[in-house]
């Protein structure tokens, strides 16, 4: 984590922002700028020293970002260049990042709102949770219906996830960023309801070799959601155990409790002669509280 924090600090421009180089000449970008930001948030939540010039400096070039695109969306009304006809999800990220700092505009946040057609289930996903966070219950209700109708569940498999058409190669048409960033609402408004977990199960069946997705990035965003519906559902705290039956026989069992959760040896294996001819029933039973992944 400090190595971490001591390139992105040595990587700043001189402007305040991040470009995709560091150096001489670089240029700051919003994407870059507003990632690093976010990344510099999460750190300080979680008391991680910061030398508070760096982050307040992202800040402030964040918000000059946001000045000058919301100009922009006002120079459309009488086509003074430059202008944009509608607001986009770089626009829906930034305003993300600085509403988690208490520093939301309300005017970019009414046409990010009035123009929520025009963002990908991603931009939808990052506005609603802006919008709860800034305390709007009648627009974080609209965005959620508008996010639903690309709400895939399958009740057989206990899964969900959201279908976005947007080209999977742009950063706003990640289907996995925009599952984990729906589920960190659903964390927050509804952790008990019956979607969440089936969005924690359908990321979990679809990692990469079972242990990450398919970019650092996505993957540590799959990882904050799911942290916050642990501490929102209190699945850290279960006590709960697993049982595999092959037959009539136990095969194993493994507990998991509070103190071993991410220690556990949850591996029971069988191979060889263990592994009996014909036909077989496999079981695996559970006996306490709490699910099973």
């Not at 100009?71 to 930034?94: C, G, M, R």
């Not at 959620?144 to 690309?150: A, K, L, S």
């Not at 895939?152 to 984990?180: C, F, H, K, M, P």
């Not at 959760?261 to 014909?278: D, K, R, Y």
């Amino acid at each position: 984590v400090t190595t971490g924090v001591n390139r992105l600090t040595n990587m700043q421009n001189g402007d305040g922002g991040w470009g995709w180089f560091s150096g001489a000449g670089e240029t700051s970008g919003a994407h870059t700028t507003a990632t690093v930001v976010r990344g510099l948030q999460v750190a300080v939540q979680n008391e991680v020293a910061i030398v508070p010039d760096v982050l307040q400096r992202g800040l402030a070039w964040l918000d000059q970002y946001q000045a000058s695109e919301l100009q922009k969306l006002k120079n459309a009304a009488t086509k003074t260049e430059p202008y944009k006809t509608q607001p986009d999800n770089l626009d829906a990220l930034v305003f993300h990042v600085l509403a988690s700092e208490d520093r939301a505009n309300p005017e970019m946040q009414t046409f990010l709102y009035e123009g929520r057609q025009h963002l990908s289930v991603y931009g939808k996903s990052l506005l609603a949770w802006s919008t709860h966070k800034l305390g709007n219950a009648e627009q974080t209700t609209m965005l959620r219906q508008n996010i639903e109708q690309f709400l895939v569940e399958d009740a057989e498999n206990e899964t969900a996830y959201l279908r976005d058409e947007t080209s999977w190669w742009y950063w706003y048409g990640s289907q996995i960023e925009a599952t984990a960033m729906y589920l960190k609402l659903l964390a927050a408004q509804d952790p008990q309801g019956t979607v969440a977990p089936r969005l924690v199960k359908y990321l979990l069946n679809n990692r990469k070799h079972a242990t990450y997705w398919n970019s650092t990035r996505d993957t540590a965003m799959v990882i904050e959601a799911f942290a916050d519906y642990l501490k929102a559902t209190g699945e850290a705290d279960a006590n709960v155990a697993a049982e595999v039956w092959l037959g009539e026989k136990r095969l194993g069992r493994v507990e998991f409790t509070p103190e071993n959760l991410f220690t556990v040896n949850n591996t029971i294996a069988i191979s060889g002669n263990a592994v009996p001819s014909g036909e077989q029933k496999l079981e695996i039973r559970r006996i306490g509280n709490g699910p099973l992944y």
